[in-house]
Each structure stands twice: as structure tokens, then as C-alpha cells.
């Protein structure tokens, strides 16, 4: 399975936006790179996925690098709710999701 | 749209006793999965179904754990005998279909605690 890098936490404030890192350095090329997040004492909920090119949906952006060893998740503006565990995991369909510890999000009041 | 159901919620057991989650998927979602997380960690994947047919079950403890997804719908998972260290959340997750596209949808989980 290959393997990402994300920090363990990170900290921002309401309405501000927040860019969680994702270090992928061992993708191939047909591994798509998918997020998830998990809110407090919920199973976890798909955010967004991506190839090559940036997405856009109405919870986040992805940016992917053009290299793409690396990724971002960007939330716009950072709301109470959106604090959560993310997670940045690589997927090629017919397998299992495979979850690291991902990043503990807190947003600031 | 009613999103996956796991029933019940919170369970509290001795060692040693039986005990069986159940799962509903998504309606019209044909592949299931049972995760297990532990406490500070992210889920791990123990069983996929698709349809019924179990196509990756390589993570179960199968010395205890069972599980079936009878007429391709609902799930159970069942714990025999349960042990101290089985104390966790199971996860049911549904999709449609096993592509790089389809997003996984996931119940609210059980939470197992084994006294």
C-alpha cells in the first residue's frame, strides 16, 4: 500500500482558511488521492478526490502538485464544524482504504 | 436518503461472551465493508463484501471473528469469544461499486467495550 505523510494536528481559526498537507512521494500513476475527515464520535465522510488536476466541490479544494508527490486539502473558510481528523489516503478502487492517523484539525473561536 | 445503519450504537460485554453488530447499507450499494478502529488510530479494513460474495477477508481473525452478508444487503459481524483487546469502534461502510471514483459511505459506527 502506498504510504502518505500528513502532520499529526494542526490549528486554525474560524473563518480563516486552512491548507492540511499531504507528502505522497511513492504514488503511481494510478492511484487516485482521496480525502476523508471524521468528526468527533462519527464513522468518517468522504471530502474530495483527485488525479492530477485541482478539484473543487462545495466542501473543499484539492491541489495537486504537478509532480504529484504532494497535495493539499483547502478548506475556504474554516467553520467550527469543520473540526475533525483528516485523512489524505491513496486509492486505486478495487482495494481497501487504507487510513493512516491523519491530522487532528482544531478551529479556533 | 437514509445513510448506512449500525445497530446498536454502544455495546458493553465480558470476555469471553458473544456479540453481533449489525449493518445496513446505502440502498442499491453493492459493495460493504466492516472496519475496525481503535482508539487514536485510523480504521482498518476487515472484510469486503461484494454483493455477497466476501472478496477480501485476508484481516479477519477468522479464529473468532465471522461474518456473512446474507441476500447481498444487510451485514453481520460477529465476535466469538469476545477478548479484552476487541474493545473498539466496527465500522460498516457501503459503495457502489469498487472504483477509483466511488466514494465510501460509512455508519456511525458501534463501540465495543469488553470488560
Known amino acids: 500500500d502506498a504510504k502518505t505523510t500528513q502532520p499529526n494536528s494542526m490549528e486554525s481559526n474560524e473563518e480563516e482558511p486552512v491548507h492540511l498537507p499531504c507528502n505522497h512521494s511513492?504514488?503511481?500513476?494510478?492511484?487516485?488521492i482521496h480525502w476523508y475527515r471524521q468528526l468527533p464520535s462519527q464513522g468518517p465522510e468522504y471530502v474530495i478526490h483527485?488525479?492530477?488536476s485541482n478539484v473543487n466541490n462545495r466542501m473543499a479544494s484539492l491541489a495537486i502538485a504537478e509532480d504529484r508527490k504532494s497535495s493539499t486539502l483547502i478548506l475556504h473558510r474554516a467553520t467550527l464544524r469543520d473540526a475533525a481528523v483528516y485523512y489524505c489516503?491513496?486509492?486505486?478502487?478495487?482495494?481497501?482504504?487504507?487510513f493512516g492517523q491523519g491530522t487532528r484539525l482544531t478551529i479556533n473561536p | 436518503e437514509a445513510g448506512v445503519v449500525q445497530s446498536p450504537r454502544y455495546k458493553i460485554i465480558e470476555k469471553k461472551q458473544p456479540v453481533a453488530f449489525w449493518c445496513n447499507p446505502i440502498?442499491?450499494?453493492?459493495?460493504l465493508y466492516w472496519y475496525l478502529q481503535n482508539l487514536g488510530q485510523g480504521p482498518e479494513l476487515l472484510i469486503r463484501?461484494?454483493?455477497?460474495?466476501?472478496?477480501?477477508d485476508s484481516q479477519l481473525p477468522k479464529d473468532r471473528f465471522s461474518a456473512e452478508r446474507l441476500k447481498g444487503v444487510d451485514s453481520t459481524l460477529k465476535i466469538q469469544p469476545a477478548e479484552l483487546g476487541d474493545s473498539a469502534v466496527y465500522l460498516c461502510?457501503?459503495?457502489?461499486?469498487?472504483?477509483?471514483?466511488?466514494?465510501?459511505?460509512f455508519g456511525p459506527g458501534t463501540r465495543l467495550t469488553v470488560l
Open positions: 461502510a457501503s459503495s457502489f461499486g469498487t472504483s477509483s471514483l466511488n466514494e465510501q459511505f
Open positions: 511513492t504514488i503511481s500513476g494510478t492511484d487516485y
Open positions: 489516503i491513496l486509492f486505486q478502487g478495487a482495494q481497501k482504504l487504507v
Open positions: 440502498s442499491g450499494h453493492n459493495t
Open positions: 463484501y461484494e454483493n455477497e460474495e466476501a472478496v477480501d
Open positions: 483527485g488525479l492530477t
